[in-house]
């Protein structure tokens, strides 16, 4: 019992030690490398370094993955730059393996006590998450080491040793518990530090702890997994792609396992277990990316077409006309705004029409689509924001700077129709769950404020895109409809109240969204009076 103890404290070392150095990491370095993410280009090589390199900094693939995942369901990174990235992120993980096979025994409270100094001493944050980087990888060599002298007894069990031998003999078998190990502790080093433990203690061989360290690569598949399932469908391709990646993999070596044992062993010191087994699972990884990448292209069809089809359009959180090469000719870089921002305008718009339309007749996804989308909105209104600030430093036209300044105070107000357009959505879900019905009178003038809304913001919106003070009156015509509209309704409600015909409950929740769709109509009234010039 005691040894088991050893053994589990040993784990929670590795997993903590894991932990602190990840987190230093990516705490030190992450924001700059998912900037580095964000700018890739599309060529499948690139991402490949790309995510291995940016695994092997964070020594960790899952926080590699999750974070592609993100710039992928934000609109950042295709799915085929994603999957490069995903292949990279495979053999980057790779690199804890080789740290840990390197025989650093005598220098480990060493490294410990230098961690701990230089996270004590440092008077910059950066030296503080450097340190803890040091500390993290020192906890886990303790772990390791702890580990080690737990397992030395099992030598004398001879179940252990005959379920250990089954690897060898029943590939699957290994197969199944490494990928079991990896989803239990969520982490595949973890999965790795075991085996080279047990290895340099003479209780497997590589013939034993290649099967499970396939396994491994299969279960790490579990954080992609999770990471994707309120993601858009972009994202679940992306999930899939690393399932697949691996799956298709470990088919391919547990079939060839035979000659992959001979490969690792030629490449490998004779005699040095830990070694062997960080050179098979750098070696799995890379063999298996360089036989998936000339087949790439049709990988990436057979997801998108064929498997995780795109049932809508997909829209892009990156900005898709801003040129900044642009900005030295203004009345160029002006248009490019003004097309951004009519795109922004109607994906707010957009949002507003799914809430309104998921009020009527309540649809879970339409509210999921404003969900996933209002991000959007927000960033390209930081991206216009930042475009025309940037713009305002070069030489402009009177009327080039009416326009600016009309552009920058429309992007605010668009924002704001976005951030409707989400309230309403959540007030449906509202709805539901109170169990409010309205009643058919109250239904009809509903619908006619909402026609109103949106032909308020889709004029505006037109308006602003063509310059047309015309069109911008007509806007403004709707608005003092909708402003009539509304009005209308309130005395509509207090008078069904009064004849007991209305809930108070109903009444609420109907006054909360009449304001919701007259602030709507405001923020139209706004972009509509900035095209005419009276702001």
């Not at 369901?73 to 990279?88: D, E, P, S, W, Y």
Request: glycine content about 8%.
């Amino acid at each position: 019992m005691v040894y088991l103890f050893a053994f589990l404290g040993g784990i929670a070392l590795f997993l903590y030690g894991m932990e602190l150095m990840s987190d230093g990491l990516q705490k030190a370095a992450g924001e700059k490398l998912q900037n580095i993410l964000e700018k890739m280009t599309g060529i499948l090589a690139l991402g490949i370094l790309l995510g291995a390199v940016v695994t092997g900094v964070l020594q960790s693939s899952g926080a590699t993955i999750v974070m592609t995942i993100g710039l992928v369901n934000a609109g950042m990174l295709t799915f085929k730059q994603a999957f490069g990235v995903i292949m990279g992120a495979n053999i980057g993980t790779t690199m804890t393996a080789q740290l840990v096979a390197f025989k650093l025994t005598d220098y480990i409270t060493l490294l410990v006590f230098i961690g701990f100094m230089v996270q004590l001493l440092s008077k910059r944050q950066h030296g503080k998450y450097i340190g803890q980087t040091i500390l993290g990888f020192g906890i886990l060599m303790i772990g390791m080491e702890m580990m080690r002298h737990a397992v030395l007894p099992l030598k004398d069990l001879p179940f252990f040793t005959d379920f250990i031998a089954a690897f060898a003999a029943h590939p699957l078998i290994g197969l199944a518990v490494g990928m079991l190990m990896t989803v239990v502790v969520q982490s595949s080093s973890v999965t790795i530090g075991v085996l080279i433990v047990m290895a340099s203690q003479g209780l497997i061989g590589l013939d034993g702890a290649i099967p499970v360290l396939l396994g491994d690569n299969l279960g790490s598949c579990i954080t992609a997994v999770i990471a994707s399932f309120k993601a858009n469908i972009t994202a679940k391709r992306v999930a899939c792609s690393h399932v697949l990646f691996n799956v298709v993999g470990c088919t391919i070596f547990v079939v060839f396992l035979p000659w992959f044992i001979k490969l690792v062993l030629f490449i490998s010191p004779a005699g040095d277990m830990a070694r062997q087994i960080a050179n098979a699972h750098t070696a799995f990884n890379v063999i298996n990316t360089l036989l998936f990448m000339p087949f790439a292209g049709l990988f990436v069809r057979l997801i998108e077409e064929k498997l995780l089809p795109q049932k809508g359009p997909v829209i892009t959180q990156r900005p898709i006309y801003l040129d900044k090469a642009m900005l030295h000719t203004p009345q160029v870089a002006l248009n490019l705004a003004v097309k951004e921002l009519v795109r922004m305008g109607n994906l707010a718009r957009k949002n507003v029409q799914l809430g309104l339309e998921s009020i009527q007749n309540f649809d879970a996804e339409k509210v999921k689509f404003v969900e996933e989308h209002e991000p959007v909105v927000d960033t390209l209104e930081k991206a216009i924001t930042d475009y025309l600030t940037l713009m305002s430093r070069q030489p402009m036209s009177a009327a080039m700077s009416v326009r600016h300044t009309c552009l920058l105070h429309a992007c605010a107000d668009i924002e704001r129709i976005g951030d409707h357009g989400r309230t309403l959505a959540k007030r449906s879900e509202k709805l539901i769950d109170m169990g409010v019905q309205f009643s058919d009178e109250a239904k009809e003038e509903f619908d006619r404020l909402m026609a109103l809304v949106l032909e308020a913001s889709g004029k505006a919106l037109e308006a602003l895109e063509k310059d047309d003070k015309e069109i911008a009156a007509a806007a403004l015509t709707v608005c003092r409809k909708v402003k009539e509209q509304q009005k209308y309704m309130r005395k509509s409600h207090i008078e069904r109240l009064k004849e007991n015909r209305c809930s108070a409950i109903n009444g609420f929740v109907m006054m909360e969204m009449i304001i919701n769709m007259k602030r709507v109509s405001d923020h139209s009234k706004n972009i509509a009076q900035l095209v005419q010039g009276t702001f």
